[in-house]
């Protein structure tokens, strides 16, 4: 087989070969698209995350996540491929995947929460992008008018703009033509940390002292106070969410040198990277405000100067998100449209493409169905958005339903059927063991995130 797919590779330059225009990735836009995945809004809610947790508990949560996240990546890298993860016949999405080495009833499953997840990540795109509008905003409004000022304002409109946003950018065609998007999402991801990291370290020294506990900001009951922990549990469990679409990333490298290879290439230096900044911005930020840090770190700094640096960072932010919500969109998008064409192989609205041409612009195909279909999506996410505008318990909720499922428990069960691990091993034990523990993880967290959530609403 190896042997049969290298002769392919080389007398067919132009596609791979599994008869698909050549895939162009490499390892850097993989690392692109990882940091765009994963350095999103939940890097804005660790310090909240540190403060909870303390300053032992806080730190340690996130290297432990981190780690979930290294072997969970390096379990789906080579499943890729199947049998064999560098000849095999390729798996394009995590639910194949799911698909070729479990039963068609987990399948199903894997998608429901994969798509789900996917969602609510188009949801906290929405609320993040409209706090980060509002703080702009607020910020002008303290420098100009003073701190004593009534600087409220509202989210609908931002939200709307975000939307109206995503509409457009929805119509690049599929996950291969986001490199350029990704890569400057990326940017934007650093530039907005490095700024929360050196305001918060500026804060303090401003501060002369560095605040924070080792048990964290003080609850009014022990009860409350295991709420709030697991939330933030639940907060940090989102800021690592990339392997719902790791498959979805590792399509798009090139075949040589081997796809699994490069992909944990990547996600080692991405992890490595993000960990390290998540570090520097979780506990900066708690020895800056104490019990007093915001649900969304940027936010804190209001009142202080200068006001142009904060904007500048929120901006950011909000260019971060437009490419974080295609990310995140782009493999329903294709979930959808292929079901589509699936079950209407005849239907003209579905499968037939237009040609269309702007002025200045290289003309592009559009598709009726593809633009109905992603424009209720979008349009849907801002009304759930609208409707649960509450940053750090959303982040809660979604990070812990998708962290054990599509995190942990598929990761070990494909790895465990593609190796022929037999049960009670050393091995299937170190595995077995290591998904009861995440799921333990899991349920506390999504307890602490609903109970925020609903705690919120009622408010």
């Not at 969410?241 to 090139?254: A, H, M, N, R, W």
């Not at 279909?373 to 750090?392: D, E, L, Q």
């Amino acid at each position: 087989m190896a042997i049969r797919r290298s002769l392919e590779l080389a007398n067919t330059q132009d596609h791979d070969d599994d008869g698909h225009p050549a895939r162009t990735g490499t390892l850097w836009s993989c690392i692109a698209h990882i940091i765009t995945a994963v350095i999103g809004s939940g890097v804005l809610s660790l310090a909240w995350s540190t403060a909870h947790l303390g300053w032992i508990g806080g730190p340690v949560a996130i290297l432990c996540f981190a780690i979930v996240t290294y072997v969970s990546s390096f379990l789906l890298a080579d499943c890729y491929r199947s049998p064999d993860p560098v000849t095999g016949d390729r798996n394009y999405s995590y639910m194949q995947a799911v698909r070729v080495f479990l039963k068609s009833e987990q399948e199903w499953f894997c998608g429901f929460l994969q798509n789900l997840s996917m969602y609510g990540f188009g949801v906290a795109y929405v609320i993040t992008t409209s706090t980060s509008m509002r703080a702009i905003q607020r910020t002008n409004c303290y420098h100009r008018e003073g701190r004593q000022a009534p600087c409220v304002y509202g989210s609908t409109v931002y939200m709307v703009v975000f939307g109206l946003i995503q509409v457009v950018m929805s119509q690049i065609p599929d996950f291969h033509n986001i490199h350029w998007l990704s890569a400057i999402a990326a940017i934007m991801s650093f530039a907005y940390s490095s700024i929360g990291l050196g305001l918060s370290l500026a804060q303090a020294i401003i501060n002369g002292r560095i605040k924070g506990s080792i048990t964290g900001v003080p609850a009014s009951s022990t009860a409350n106070k295991l709420w709030l922990i697991f939330q933030a549990l639940g907060d940090i469990a989102f800021s690592y969410p990339y392997s719902i679409i790791l498959l979805e990333i590792q399509d798009t490298l090139k075949s040589t040198p081997p796809e699994n290879k490069v992909m944990k290439k990547a996600s080692v230096l991405a992890i490595f990277i993000t960990t390290f900044f998540y570090l520097c911005c979780g506990c900066f930020g708690y020895a800056a405000f104490g019990s007093l840090t915001p649900g969304n770190i940027l936010t804190g700094f209001g009142f202080y100067e200068p006001y142009w640096l904060v904007d500048f960072a929120n901006i950011c932010i909000v260019v971060h998100l437009i490419g974080g919500y295609q990310i995140y969109s782009q493999p329903v998008f294709a979930s959808i449209e292929r079901w589509a064409v699936k079950k209407f192989p005849e239907s003209r609205f579905v499968n037939k493409f237009y040609s269309i041409k702007l002025p200045g612009l290289p003309s592009f195909q559009m598709n009726l169905f593809n633009l109905c279909c992603r424009t209720i999506y979008v349009a849907s996410t801002t009304g759930v958005a609208m409707i649960f505008p509450y940053f750090n318990q959303v982040l809660g909720v979604l990070g812990a339903l998708n962290f054990w499922p599509l995190a942990i428990y598929f990761p070990v069960e494909m790895y465990l059927v593609q190796n022929n691990i037999a049960p009670w091993t050393k091995k299937w034990i170190i595995l077995r063991t290591f998904s009861c523990i995440g799921l333990i993880i899991t349920l506390l967290c999504l307890i602490g995130s609903v109970q925020g959530l609903i705690s919120a609403k009622l408010r």
